[in-house]
């Protein structure tokens, strides 16, 4: 009989949950450069089979750690359908049954099929946003680049985001869907949620709208980036008024970001608003950076799904 355990795991256990699968999301599987970093605040799980790691699990604890999120799961190959994730998750339950602060879990995918426990009035769809994604190299696109910062672009820092995500009337402006998104993580507008997505992977630009003697942010794009097998993976979300003028500007700055890798392969995908972002700018601008729109990303909407655990 074969000898299954359940058991947390951690930074040192990289090399064996990467063995468990190398084949995911197309060449653009985000665990093998973020797994160190979620290891420092979120909780890793695995599965063995005979001391062979064939299941792993990591969760995040976000909103004042009201809110659990599932970051990754993986199943080794020949082990699908045999049982395995139902019981880790049976195993994580137990871990987090005296969880008293515990009050909701999100979910977020790109399968709409997936939208059944909604329709059963199980769970709430908390928001949905438009995918598109582009691919390009950046021996073409860093010619086409200007090549001094635009002034009307500034960068966040953590004390910035602290703050508006401190301000109603800012978070009711750019968040209308009540929450921000990074790396397909919706985090309710706390403030404290910046520890979670302000990291090294992180950059934030901010355009400013100056209105009278007031100043507000006008646009924010928030970018997630690493490498992946396949090259570069820059993820980016769009918040506030989209002009032209001023997203031409903000991708300029991601795309010169990317050039800063060692990579040449950029995978460049974008959520945004469909009804509040206008899909003719962000198409004209990747087209004026040299970037190619693609269709072999695997979703072309996100959605955020709800369930309270209380």
Not at 20 to 41: E, F, H, K, Q, W
Not at 181 to 209: H, Q
Not at 293 to 300: G, L
Request: overall charge neutral.
């Amino acid at each position: 009989m074969d000898l299954i355990e359940c058991r947390q795991v951690n930074i040192e256990d990289y090399d064996d949950v990467m063995d468990i699968r190398d084949d995911v999301y197309d060449g653009l599987d985000y665990l093998p450069a973020l797994y160190r970093s979620m290891m420092t605040n979120h909780v890793g799980y695995a599965l063995t089979v005979n001391k062979t790691m064939v299941a792993f699990r990591c969760d995040a604890f976000i909103d004042d750690g009201e809110t659990m999120l599932t970051r990754a799961l993986r199943v080794r190959k020949g082990y699908e359908g045999r049982g395995m994730v139902n019981r880790l998750g049976d195993f994580i339950s137990q871990e987090i049954a005296g969880n008293l602060r515990l009050k909701r879990k999100v979910f977020t995918f790109g399968n709409k099929t997936l939208l059944k426990k909604v329709e059963q009035g199980k769970a709430t769809l908390v928001l949905q946003k438009a995918i598109l994604f582009y691919q390009g190299l950046v021996s073409k696109v860093a010619p086409s680049l200007p090549t001094v910062t635009n002034t009307q672009i500034r960068i966040l820092n953590k004390a910035d985001m602290q703050k508006l995500l401190s301000s109603k009337t800012d978070t009711d402006r750019l968040f209308p869907q009540g929450r921000i998104i990074a790396d397909w993580v919706p985090y309710r507008l706390l403030a404290t949620n910046v520890d979670y997505f302000f990291n090294d992977f992180c950059l934030i630009l901010g355009s400013d709208c100056k209105n009278g003697e007031s100043v507000r942010l006008e646009l924010m794009t928030l970018a997630v980036s690493y490498t992946v097998p396949n090259g570069i993976r820059y993820n980016i979300e769009i918040y506030g008024s989209l002009t032209e003028q001023l997203f031409s500007c903000h991708m300029a700055e991601h795309l010169r970001k990317c050039s800063t890798f060692e990579h040449e392969n950029i995978n460049f995908v974008i959520h945004y608003e469909q009804g509040r972002h206008d899909l003719d700018i962000i198409t004209k601008t990747m087209q004026q950076f040299g970037m190619t729109a693609s269709d072999k990303f695997h979703s072309t909407i996100m959605y955020a799904v709800e369930e309270l655990t209380i």
